[in-house]
């Protein structure tokens, strides 16, 4: 044991002393010129180091160096610039007057993917072969970097004429083999109009063709969202994929995509091209898509087994400011996408079977299939959004077959006042997509029907042949549990948050109806009348006759919390008895007239 010991500590001296030699023989500045060569000619771009470089011996052989920047050619801002750089080399290459640089670490740095760090060649510039190879060393000296490690830097990420984003807290590991197959760590923090961004990522990259392709797999990419305008709760998921880069086409393609956002997971693959016209085609599926959860449009109230979403604004001070439509970059591309969910939740609307075919052709949208199913019903919405004018232009043709109202009116935020199913085909235009845009600006018409209709806490039969026993005890009906309407059509005009019906007509037992009227989203009032019809009356023969013939009129007006009724059976009953009465005094007269003319007959007949 003790010759193990002492011969381990005589190759500790002698490492020890091999490397103090070596510190004191060798002068790393002698590599400053190097290095700045090599750099230039494998690249183009230029390596400042702005201080003396100096050794580091533990616990790994290092060249240490104070503030450094790298510009591309042409660039009016440095590419990255660190406080501090060390450079770990190898010992036995730089015994033999061979540079072998093991890893790379900036600490403290600022890299910048900005306009102004990009290359800029000269107007009269020569360029050469896309794939020419790199010019060869001049000297017998070799330059290898196989570990790059950049600790607590900022990424400045900005395209032109955009906005620019700072990446902090950015620390990244790359490590590349021989044959150029890299692995690479990187985490991040962005923090941008009181929203937050963490992003954490780890995947494999094949180099060994690069620039003309690269390969890859995103084995691991963790975020987390929060702040103003995202759900409380925050948007946190992660994502896996397969990748390729075909260089000299400036194309993608991924594979085997699996994305997760909260509640909502995604597979799928897509391709595209970088080169302007920008282009995205996307294949997506997904189990379950939860929208309330992701979306700033949460749900009204609450819905057993729904998840819910209250939505945290921003502060009046931090508001960001206005987007408009000059910024989408959906102007500068073509999106082709393609999305099946199985089940999905929109504003609490549990829907299944969803399908969404659309295309964007640099800021026309064509929604060429919407559809699914919600509860008995389905729905379509084909349209279109146009986004190419400073105004958002929106045109849909929505078709419903058999929806259920109720959870319709309550994801819209309207009162839960109608029972049934509705259909409807119509067409609708509006210059902002969200649902409080279109209950106020939006304009269309469209044809609707619905069965099995109820009004909560109203019977329409119960409320005429209560108000007709007030007014006369000479006919009965008799009370029957509300049936409702069976069957009820109308036409429907939009403009501008009010509603007009037309041409409404509707019958169900022992009941007609026909009316009109309007009702205006924005200030929350209604003025409907209908025209009721009561079959099924007993007593007086005359009331039977004018009940069941002539429509009594409900009208239905005012604020939705406090709806006030007026239902005039006195003024038509009135009305029969008047018309009744001048029928029978007209007949008097007519009789007397008549026994009139007969007397005067007589008179002159008479010899």
Same mark, same amino acid.
């Given at each position: 044991?003790?010759?193990?010991?002492? @011969?381990?500590?005589?190759?500790?001296?002698?490492?020890?002393?091999?490397?103090?030699?070596?510190?004191?023989?060798?002068?790393?500045?002698?590599?400053?010129?190097?290095?700045?060569?090599?750099?230039?000619?494998?690249?183009?771009?230029?390596? =400042?180091?702005?201080?003396?470089?100096?050794?580091?011996?533990?616990?790994?052989?290092?060249?240490?160096?104070?503030?450094?920047?790298?510009?591309?050619?042409?660039?009016?801002?440095?590419?990255?610039?660190?406080?501090?750089?060390?450079?770990?080399?190898?010992?036995?290459?730089?015994?033999?007057?061979?540079?072998?640089?093991?890893?790379?670490?900036?600490?403290?740095?600022?890299?910048?993917? @900005?306009?102004?760090?990009?290359?800029?060649? !000269?107007?009269?510039?020569?360029?050469?072969?896309?794939?020419?190879?790199?010019?060869?060393?001049?000297?017998?000296?070799?330059?290898?970097?196989?570990?790059?490690?950049?600790?607590?830097?900022?990424?400045?990420?900005?395209?032109?004429?955009?906005?620019?984003?700072?990446?902090?807290?950015?620390?990244?590991?790359?490590?590349?083999?021989?044959?150029?197959?890299?692995?690479?760590?990187?985490?991040?923090?962005?923090?941008?109009? =009181?929203?937050?961004?963490?992003?954490?990522?780890?995947?494999?990259?094949?180099?060994?063709?690069?620039?003309?392709?690269? @390969?890859?797999?995103?084995?691991?990419?963790?975020?987390?969202?929060?702040?103003?305008?995202?759900?409380?709760?925050?948007?946190?998921?992660?994502?896996?994929?397969?990748?390729?880069?075909?260089?000299?086409?400036?194309?993608?393609?991924?594979?085997? $995509?699996?994305?997760?956002?909260?509640?909502?997971?995604?597979?799928?693959?897509?391709?595209?091209?970088?080169?302007?016209?920008?282009?995205?085609?996307?294949?997506?599926?997904?189990?379950?898509?939860?929208?309330?959860?992701?979306?700033?449009?949460?749900?009204?109230?609450?819905?057993?087994?729904?998840?819910?979403?209250?939505?945290?604004?921003?502060?009046?001070?931090?508001?960001?400011?206005?987007?408009?439509?000059?910024?989408?970059?959906?102007?500068?591309?073509?999106?082709?996408?393609?999305?099946?969910?199985?089940?999905?939740?929109?504003?609490?609307?549990?829907?299944?079977?969803?399908?969404?075919?659309?295309?964007?052709?640099?800021?026309?949208?064509?929604?060429?299939?919407?559809?699914?199913?919600?509860?008995?019903?389905?729905?379509?919405?084909?349209?279109?959004?146009?986004?190419?004018?400073?105004?958002?232009?929106?045109?849909?043709?929505?078709?419903?077959?058999?929806?259920?109202?109720?959870?319709?009116?309550?994801?819209?935020? $309207?009162?839960?006042?109608?029972?049934?199913?509705? !259909?409807?085909?119509?067409?609708?235009?509006?210059?902002?997509?969200?649902?409080?845009?279109?209950?106020?600006?939006?304009?269309?018409?469209?044809?609707?029907?619905?069965?099995? $209709?109820?009004?909560?806490?109203?019977?329409?039969?119960?409320?005429?042949?209560?108000?007709?026993?007030?007014?006369?005890?000479?006919? !009965?009906?008799?009370?029957?549990?509300?049936?409702?309407?069976?069957?009820?059509?109308?036409?429907?005009?939009?403009?501008?948050?009010?509603?007009?019906?037309?041409?409404?007509?509707?019958?169900?037992?022992?009941?007609?109806?026909?009316?009109?009227?309007?009702?205006?989203?924005?200030?929350?009032?209604?003025?409907?009348?209908?025209?009721?019809?009561?079959?099924?009356?007993?007593?007086?023969?005359?009331?039977?006759? @004018?009940?069941?013939?002539?429509?009594?009129?409900?009208?239905?007006?005012?604020?939705?919390?406090?709806?006030?009724?007026?239902?005039?059976?006195?003024?038509?009953?009135?009305?029969?008895?008047?018309?009744?009465?001048?029928?029978?005094?007209?007949?008097?007269?007519?009789?007397?007239?008549?026994?009139?003319?007969?007397?005067?007959?007589?008179?002159?007949?008479?010899?």
């Amino acid at each position: 044991m003790k010759r193990v010991i002492t @011969t381990l500590a005589i190759l500790l001296v002698v490492v020890v002393t091999g490397m103090s030699a070596l510190v004191l023989l060798v002068n790393p500045n002698d590599f400053r010129a190097y290095m700045v060569q090599q750099v230039e000619q494998r690249s183009g771009y230029q390596l =400042q180091v702005s201080s003396d470089l100096r050794w580091h011996v533990w616990p790994q052989l290092s060249i240490l160096s104070g503030r450094m920047s790298l510009t591309a050619p042409g660039a009016s801002q440095p590419l990255v610039s660190a406080d501090n750089m060390r450079l770990d080399v190898d010992l036995w290459p730089l015994l033999s007057h061979q540079l072998s640089v093991s890893q790379v670490l900036l600490k403290n740095a600022v890299v910048r993917v @900005t306009p102004d760090s990009a290359a800029r060649l !000269s107007k009269n510039a020569p360029q050469g072969p896309r794939d020419a190879d790199p010019v060869a060393p001049s000297g017998g000296w070799s330059f290898d970097i196989a570990k790059l490690q950049v600790a607590d830097s900022l990424l400045i990420w900005q395209q032109p004429g955009g906005d620019e984003y700072n990446f902090r807290d950015l620390n990244m590991n790359m490590e590349q083999d021989a044959n150029k197959q890299a692995t690479l760590a990187l985490s991040t923090t962005l923090m941008r109009n =009181q929203r937050n961004a963490t992003v954490t990522l780890k995947g494999q990259l094949d180099a060994a063709q690069y620039p003309h392709r690269l @390969t890859g797999q995103l084995q691991q990419f963790d975020y987390t969202l929060s702040g103003a305008d995202i759900p409380p709760q925050g948007i946190k998921g992660s994502l896996t994929l397969q990748g390729e880069w075909n260089g000299d086409r400036q194309q993608f393609a991924f594979s085997n $995509l699996q994305l997760t956002a909260n509640d909502t997971t995604l597979t799928g693959q897509g391709e595209g091209h970088i080169a302007p016209p920008q282009r995205l085609a996307l294949d997506l599926k997904a189990t379950t898509l939860n929208l309330d959860n992701l979306l700033n449009g949460a749900p009204v109230a609450e819905t057993p087994g729904v998840q819910r979403a209250t939505v945290a604004r921003s502060p009046v001070i931090a508001a960001p400011r206005e987007t408009r439509n000059a910024d989408s970059p959906l102007n500068e591309m073509d999106l082709a996408l393609k999305l099946q969910a199985d089940s999905a939740v929109w504003r609490g609307l549990s829907l299944t079977g969803l399908t969404v075919d659309a295309i964007n052709q640099q800021g026309l949208m064509t929604l060429n299939t919407l559809r699914g199913k919600l509860g008995n019903g389905s729905f379509s919405i084909p349209g279109s959004i146009d986004i190419r004018q400073p105004e958002t232009q929106v045109a849909l043709k929505p078709q419903l077959r058999l929806i259920a109202i109720q959870p319709l009116l309550k994801a819209f935020a $309207l009162p839960e006042s109608l029972q049934g199913n509705l !259909s409807l085909d119509g067409e609708l235009a509006g210059d902002t997509l969200n649902v409080e845009a279109a209950k106020r600006r939006w304009q269309g018409r469209a044809t609707i029907s619905a069965s099995n $209709l109820k009004l909560a806490q109203i019977n329409l039969q119960q409320m005429v042949q209560r108000a007709v026993a007030r007014v006369s005890d000479k006919v !009965s009906n008799t009370e029957k549990a509300d049936e409702g309407i069976e069957s009820i059509s109308a036409q429907v005009a939009l403009n501008k948050g009010v509603l007009s019906f037309s041409d409404i007509e509707g019958n169900g037992q022992d009941l007609g109806l026909q009316g009109a009227g309007r009702v205006d989203l924005a200030q929350r009032q209604l003025d409907v009348t209908l025209g009721l019809k009561i079959s099924g009356w007993q007593g007086d023969d005359a009331l039977v006759k @004018t009940l069941s013939a002539q429509p009594i009129p409900l009208r239905m007006y005012g604020d939705w919390d406090s709806l006030q009724y007026s239902l005039p059976v006195d003024a038509v009953l009135r009305d029969r008895l008047q018309s009744e009465a001048k029928s029978r005094l007209n007949q008097w007269i007519d009789r007397q007239k008549n026994d009139e003319n007969k007397q005067n007959l007589k008179k002159i007949l008479r010899p």
